[in-house]
């Protein structure tokens, strides 16, 4: 099956530090998805990106579509404690109906 | 409160005794979906449903059952458990999953944590 690997693995940043991540496959996507878990519930959508070198905001956060269609970068600006959680991307395979997730990204937020 | 609930939340189970973890939708969704989660892996898809009746292998189908029978309930059946099924498992429910157009997010239960020994 496709393969989405996001980098870094985890993070420990500080509070107010800027924060980005990425996420490449190994094949074109034509949309990417940016979905966060909370510790002990399941992921929720947080940006969804539908054409290459897009750039979407979502107050704090901000995410781009790779002009490659290979890749996608999130960033979080000024990180605050509730930014806690596991970042994943996802996007649909091209020309299926099943839609794959990254490996994630933790993030922890040191007050 | 539009919800997908997933039961129960935690099992411990010993190797070869079937179960099923139940997930249901009030959303009137079409799409449902199975996935588990495990550390470094991310969420692998097990089995996916477009509508009643109609269900198709995700990533990670062996060892698994689904049915879809009702709209609003998407069961996964474990045979015959085994330790490597261990896992953090999630159900997904969506309105649409359209190739053109992801606008429609998943909306994920609250996790189910399964321990076979």
């Known amino acids: 099956g496709q393969q989405l690997n996001q980098s870094p693995q985890s993070m420990f940043i500080q509070e107010g530090e800027d924060v980005s991540m990425n996420c490449t496959s190994s094949s074109i996507f034509n949309t990417w998805l940016w979905y966060k878990q909370d510790p002990g519930e399941g992921p929720v959508l947080l940006i969804a990106?539908?054409?290459?070198?897009e750039l979407t905001s979502n107050g704090r956060l901000t995410a781009q579509f790779g002009i490659t269609r290979k890749d996608s970068f999130l960033n979080i600006s000024a990180s605050i404690p509730s930014d806690v959680g596991i970042y994943f991307c996802a996007g649909p395979e091209a020309g299926a109906n099943n839609l794959f997730f990254g490996t994630g990204t933790r993030l922890t937020v040191i007050p | 409160e539009a919800q997908v609930t997933q039961n129960p939340r935690y099992l411990i189970t010993v190797t070869g005794k079937k179960l099923t973890v139940t997930c249901s939708q009030n959303m009137n969704h079409e799409y449902m979906s199975w996935y588990r989660q495990d550390p470094g892996l991310g969420l692998r898809q097990i089995y996916y449903?477009?509508?009643?009746?109609?269900?198709d292998k995700g990533d990670v189908p062996e060892g698994y059952k689904v049915s879809r029978k009702e709209k609003r309930n998407f069961p996964l059946i474990l045979e015959s458990p085994s330790p490597n099924q261990t896992s953090l498992y999630f159900c997904a429910s969506s309105s649409r999953v359209d190739r053109a157009s992801y606008n429609s997010p998943l909306h994920f239960g609250n996790g189910t944590r399964l321990t076979v020994t």
């Open positions: 990106l539908y054409k290459a070198g």
């Open positions: 449903s477009m509508n009643v009746e109609v269900t």
